[in-house]
C-alpha cells in the first residue's frame, strides 16, 4: 500500500471515430507523463465525445475494442498506469466505460451508470446503464471513478464513498455553455462535502461540429477548495502530488490558471468551435457577404482570430440599396483584419431577375437580393474549396428576420447561438482585447461606426431592423425569457416588464420560423438552449402561451 501518488491530469482534445490517431496521441501524453504513476483521460478519449450513433454500428464498437486492447498492451512499456475513456461491448449491450490498465493487463473498469437524456445529450440511445461503480484498486489505493453525469446525482458518489473509496477521479465530456465553471464547481463542492472525499474533475477541450469543450478542469479537497484550475480552452498536462495523511487523502500539488470571464469565453468558444470544424472537415478556408454590419464583421474577426487572415475571405455584393458608408466600412474591416475583399455587385443579376418575375413586390422581391448573394457566394465556394460561413445572430434565427437560401445558407455560423446584444458586447471587448492564441491584429478588427450605427438588412430604401422588430434592448430579453428559460408569455412580461401583447406577437414569430431553423446551418453552441441540438419543436405545432 502505498502513501504517495504521482497523478497526471491530461486535458486533451479528440476526434470522433479516429480510434488509431486517438490512441497514438493518448501514448505519445503518456510518454511525456514519465514519472507519474497514472495517468487520466477524459470520458470516451479514445473514440471521441459524443460519438452519437457511431456506437450503433458494430464494426465501430468492434475496432473500438480491438484498439483498447492495444492501448492495453502498450502498458507493458514504462510509463504510467493509463485510466482511460472507450466502449465497452457485452451481452449485446454498448457501455460507455473507463478502463485501468497497467503492466499490459486490464486491472479494472468502471460503466457508467447515469445517462444523460436532455438538451444536447442522449446517451440513453447508444449505451446500456452500468451498475452503481464500486472503487477500483491501484497500488493499494481504493480510486472511486464516477463518469461525468453519475457525479451530478449523489447515488454514484455515495455508493463509492460507503466501499471504501479514498479519493475520486471524474472523466468528464463537458461541453461549454455560459456560467457553466460555476456550475460545475458548485455541483462538484457538494459531492466532495457529501462525501468527505477529495475530486479530480478532468475535461476534454476543442470543438466537435455544434459542440465546444472548454477543459477548465479542476481539483477539489474534500472541504470544498480549489487546489488545482487548470486552463481553459487549451490541451494540457499536469503532474499532481497526492499524500495520504490522517483525513485522508490530500494533493500537494497547487496550481490555478485564470479561467475567462464574460464575454471572453464566448469569444474563445467561437474561435475554437470554428477553427476545429473547418480542419477537420477538409476546408482551406472560409468565405462570407462581408456586408459592412455588425454580424459580418464579427463573424469575419472569429474567422481570421481562428485561421489566420490568409484563409478568410470577404465579398461585399452592393445592390442598388447599398449605402456608400457600408461600402466604405466592408473596405475597412477587411483592411483592418489584413484579410481578402473583393466586391461584386449583385445589380445584373437583380435586373435579369426582375425581367424573369416583373411582378414580382414587397419582400419576395427583397429576398431575390439575399438569395442572389448567397448563389455568388456559393459558385465562389465550390470554384475555390472555401466553406460559406453565415453570418446571422440568435435574434435573427429566433423570430426568422432572415432569407431562408439567402443569407441562411452556408457550412456554419458561429453566431448562431449569440442574440444580437451578445454580438455588441463581442465586438466591442475583441476591438479593445485580443483573445488568447488568436492570429488576428493587435488592435481594433472592425470600424467603430459598424458597432453604432443602426443596423439594416439594405434590401430596401432606409431600411432599418426597428422597422419590423423591436430594439434589441427590448427584443433579446423576451426571447430569452421564451427559448432559454422556456417562459410563458405571461411569466416573460412579470420578468421583462413588457407588453404582453408585443410578447404573444413574439411567440407567434419564433414559433413560425421553426422550419426556417431546421434547415439552418450548425454553428457553436453557447447557451443552454441553442437551436438545433437542445431545443427542439415540432414545426407543425399549435400550442401557444400568449393571446
Known sequence: MTDRLIIALAQMNQLVGALEANAEAMLEVRRKAAGADLILYPELQLTGYPPEDLVLKPEFVRRTMEATERLVDATSEPGPAMLFGTVIAEDGASYNAMVLANDGKILGRTLKHELPNYGTFDEKRIF???????????????????????????????????????????????????????????????????????????????????????????????????????????????????????????????????????????????????????????????????????????????????????????????????????????????????????????????????????????????????????????????AEGQMLL?????????????TLYGDMAGGYSVLKDAYKTTVFALSKWRNSNKPSGALGPDGPVMPERVITKPPTAELRPGQKDQDTLPPYSVLDPILEGLVDKEMSVKEVALATGSDVALISNIERMLLRAEYKRRQAPPGVKIGARNFGRDRRYPISNFFRTGA
Open 390 to 402: 453565415t453570418t446571422g445572430n440568435k435574434s435573427e434565427m429566433s423570430v426568422g428576420y432572415a
Open 128 to 382: 446500456a446503464a452500468g451498475p452503481l461503480p464500486s472503487p477500483l484498486e491501484y497500488e493499494g489505493v481504493k480510486i472511486g471513478v464516477p463518469i461525468c453525469e453519475d457525479i451530478w446525482w449523489d447515488a454514484a458518489c455515495n455508493n463509492l464513498a460507503n466501499e471504501g473509496a479514498e479519493l475520486l477521479l471524474v472523466p468528464n465530456g463537458s461541453p461549454y455553455e455560459l456560467d457553466k465553471d460555476q456550475i460545475r464547481q458548485k455541483m462538484v463542492r457538494a459531492r466532495t462535502l457529501g462525501t468527505g472525499l477529495p475530486m479530480v474533475y478532468l475535461n476534454r477541450v476543442g470543438g466537435q461540429d455544434e459542440l465546444v469543450f472548454d477543459g477548465s478542469s479542476f481539483v477539489v479537497h474534500p472541504d470544498g477548495e480549489v487546489i488545482v484550475q487548470m486552463a481553459d480552452w487549451e490541451e494540457a498536462l499536469i503532474l499532481t502530488e497526492w499524500r495520504r495523511e490522517a483525513g485522508g487523502w490530500c494533493c500537494a500539488t497547487k496550481e490555478r490558471d485564470e479561467l475567462d470571464g464574460y464575454p471572453e469565453d464566448i469569444y474563445h468558444a467561437m474561435m475554437l468551435g470554428l477553427r476545429d470544424y473547418v480542419q477537420r472537415n477538409g476546408f482551406p478556408g472560409v468565405i462570407l457577404g462581408l456586408s459592412g454590419g455588425i454580424d459580418s464583421a464579427l463573424s469575419a474577426a472569429v474567422a481570421v482570430d481562428a485561421l489566420g487572415a490568409d484563409k478568410v475571405w470577404g465579398v461585399m455584393m452592393p445592390s442598388k440599396y447599398t449605402s456608400e458608408e457600408s461600402l466604405e466600412d466592408a473596405r475597412e474591416n477587411a483592411r483592418m483584419l489584413g484579410c481578402r475583399h473583393d466586391v461584386i455587385p449583385i445589380i445584373p443579376a437583380v435586373q435579369a431577375f426582375d425581367e424573369m418575375l416583373p411582378d414580382l413586390k414587397g419582400v419576395a422581391a427583397e429576398n431575390v437580393q439575399a438569395r442572389l448573394r448567397m448563389v455568388t457566394l456559393m459558385a465562389l465556394s465550390n
